[in-house]
C-alpha cells in the first residue's frame, strides 16, 4: 500500500512538471532527460510510469482536460451564470496552459491526441445539452451545440495567435454565440423544449427571455403596475 501511494505520488508530480512543459513548448521541444533532472528523478522513471515520452504526453492532455472538466463540474449557481464561468475557466486554461490547451482544441491530425479531444468534447457537448434541454436533445440541436463548439475552439485560438480582439470581446463573442445557437435550434425545430432552469434564468432576465421567448414574452413596466 504504501508503495502504491508512493508510485501514485511520483506519477503526480511527473504529470504536473509534464502539464507546464508541454504547455509552455511543443511536444519536439521538451525533453523528458531534463524535465526528469529537474526533478531529482532518473529519466527511466517517465518510462516506467507512462511508456515513454509519447504515453507521458498522451496522459498530461487527459490530465488537462480532466481538470478542465472538474473545473465544470464544481461550478454552482443559476445556469447563465455557470456559463459565464465557464468561459472564464476555458479562457484561464488558454493563457494558463497554451500548448496543452491548443492541442486539445486544434484541429490536430494526431489520432490519440483527436481520440482524446474528441471524447472530451462530446461529454461537454451532452452535459450543455443536458443543462438546456434536459436530455441528449434532437439532431438539431446536438448540431447547432457541435457548431458552437467549434466557433468557440476557433475564436478562441485566434485570440491566443493574433491577440487582435481583449479577453473580454472573447467573451461576449462566444456567450452571444452560445445564445444565437440556441436560439436558431429553437426556430429550426419546434420540438426542443428548454428546461426549467433555463427558463428560470431567462425569466430573471428581459432581454434573454425576448430572444429566446418573442418580445411578447416580456411584461410592459407600465402593464404590469395596473
Known sequence: M???????????VLLEAGKDAFSQQRYGEVSIVDLAR?????????SYHFGGKRGFYLAVLELA???????????????VDRLAQGVDKLLDRAAQQPGSFEALIADVADAEVRQIRD??????????????????????FRAAISGCLSFIEGIVLHW?????????QVR????ANVFGSVLGAL??????ELTQRVMDAAKSDSPLLSLFLGPQAVPNP?????
Do not use: Y
Open 172 to 175: 461576449d463573442l462566444v456567450l
Open 38 to 46: 529537474s526533478l531529482g528523478v532518473a529519466a527511466g522513471s517517465i
Open 119 to 140: 471524447r472530451h468534447r462530446q461529454r461537454i457537448a451532452a452535459a450543455l445539452a443536458m443543462e438546456i434541454t434536459g436530455t441528449e436533445s434532437t439532431p438539431v
Open 2 to 12: 504504501v508503495g502504491n501511494r508512493r508510485g501514485e505520488a511520483s506519477r503526480a
Open 65 to 79: 482536460a480532466e481538470e478542465f472538466w472538474g473545473d465544470l463540474l464544481a461550478m454552482r449557481g443559476p445556469a
Open 160 to 168: 491566443m495567435h493574433t491577440e487582435e480582439i481583449t479577453r473580454e
Open 222 to 226: 407600465v402593464e404590469s403596475m395596473e
Open 187 to 192: 426556430r429550426a425545430d419546434p420540438q426542443i
